[in-house]
């Protein structure tokens, strides 16, 4: 069960214990404190719902001594996505946000563009990645996922398909590397030019 926004263990972004530079001088933040949004009514409407896709996101996060800070599991909607993630991009606690599910080619798959009316700035380059290293395992169905990131309100997000497979491969392969990083640019001019 997440921790509530009183927890003493969960600090604010810009926490100058989180916050070190890499070898290349720019800033970083670690652990990280995540939050996870499951996009999917059949699951929402569901008595005890599964989550193997978001249970999967924060088994590799936390095997990386990242914590989840919060989760969320809400139908597909514009309106149920907004106002979850828009909650989590008001918790100064929450360093980056994943949403999983809901980035197909139905008419029910909103995600990426319930996220992106949230954007300041889109990270184009996640998603094409994301394609590139599916396509790797299956092929040209990859044209069909809309996976994107972007920045909003100083805090990255990234919107990921729904399957086990899928979160697995966004969360090796890019996250776990790019989120600290990411956290650490997006935020930087929060705390001024040295946050050491």
Known sequence: ????????????????????????????VS??????????????????????????????????????????LVPDGIGPI??????????????FVIATGGTGATIDDVTPDAVSERFD?????FGELFRQLS????????????ATAGIARDTPVFVLPGSRNAVELATEAIILDEAPHLVGLSTRHLVGPNSE
């Open 135 to 146: 396509y790797e395992e299956i092929g040209p169905r990859t044209i069909a996922s809309r």
């Open 31 to 72: 652990p990280l404190q995540a939050a996870i949004i499951t996009v999917s009514t059949s699951r929402a409407n569901a008595t005890d719902p599964e989550d193997p896709g978001g249970d999967r996101i924060e088994s590799l996060l936390e095997a990386a001594d990242h914590r989840v800070v919060d989760r969320r």
């Open 121 to 125: 700035r889109e990270l184009p380059g």
């Open 82 to 95: 907004q106002r979850a993630l828009d909650e989590l991009l008001d918790d100064p606690t929450v360093d």
């Open 1 to 28: 069960m997440p921790e509530t926004p009183s927890d003493p263990d969960r600090t604010a972004t810009t926490d100058s214990a989180r916050r070190t530079t890499d070898d290349h001088g720019h800033d970083i």
